[in-house]
């Protein structure tokens, strides 16, 4: 139905707006629980049992980092005063707000919804959930990043792009590819943000560009494993090149677009003195290029 669906797709842009635009707590877990309630009727379209099992499982989860959420501000009202989000002074609150956070991003170690959710549902369900259903938690963390713990920021991250690289060796579904390369990226900014947001709104540029372009492709040319990948070349041999060329920026070889932002956030790093995160880092980067270029290869 085209109402029902204009309703849904105006209510998935006004949650992430309210979100985005709000400067109080209440304000922003409203905007939250709408983009989540809005996004459930686009991913149970198509009746089949995995794309239920995955709304299901994606509602959950979502449910319970909203629930921290709400605690984590109210627990830091109560103890200051200050409902602001530029005012969460609490380090209890800090915590727990991080972790409601990075578990509606889908960083490890709360990723393990991700990659069901993604390979339960189709392709363009599957690129607004790893684009712009990325926005509004990312503006939360952009705007608490100076009160933010860091070492538990920097270890998040750390996880998440090992996990993002090993996660995605053993997969032969693009779909659950995709999610493992999202949880890596989100790990490259997550670990970035204490020392420079802007490096962190960057890489998330990228990140959005580089996805959204391979989902479409992808979509394009019909392929949901890495077998129907294969064959398509002799339909469609430049959109094939082209997503290769994506995939590969995605992994982050030079001289790609994908290649600058990891290069600034390296540089960063070790200006800042963290040179062991850098090297993981850097050698975390090697394993998703190692299943990137098998793709390719393919």
Known sequence: NPITLSVVLTSLALGTIFTVSSSHWFLAWMGLEINTLAIIP??????????IEASTKYFLTQAAASALLLFSSLNN????????????????SCATMTIAICMKLGLAPFHFWLPEVLQ??????????STWQKLAPMAILY?????????????????????????????????KIMAFSSIAHLGWMVSILPFSP??????????????STMFLMLKTIS????????????????????SLLT????????????????WFIL???????????????ALSALLSLFFYLRLTYI
């Open 198 to 211: 802007q490096l962190m709104i960057l890489n998330l540029t990228i990140y959005l560009i580089m996805t």
């Open 267 to 281: 540089q960063e790093l070790t200006n800042q003195n963290t040179t062991i995160l850098a090297t993981t880092l």
């Open 77 to 92: 009202a109560w103890l200051t005063g200050e409902w602001s989000i530029m005012d969460l002074t609490n380090p209890l």
């Open 223 to 242: 392929s949901t494993k890495i077998s129907s990948l294969a064959t398509s070349w002799s339909k469609t041999p430049t959109t094939t090149a082209l």
């Open 120 to 129: 339960g549902i189709n392709l363009t369900t599957g690129l607004i959930l």
């Open 42 to 51: 686009i991913m149970t379209q198509h009746k089949h049992p995995r794309a």
């Open 143 to 175: 705007q608490i990043a100076p009160t933010l713990n860091t070492p538990l920021l920097l270890a998040l991250g750390l996880v998440s792009t090992l996990v993002g690289g090993w996660g995605g060796l053993n997969q032969t579904q693009l779909r």
């Open 247 to 262: 995939l590969l920026s995605l992994g982050g070889l030079p001289p790609l677009s994908g290649f600058v932002p990891k």
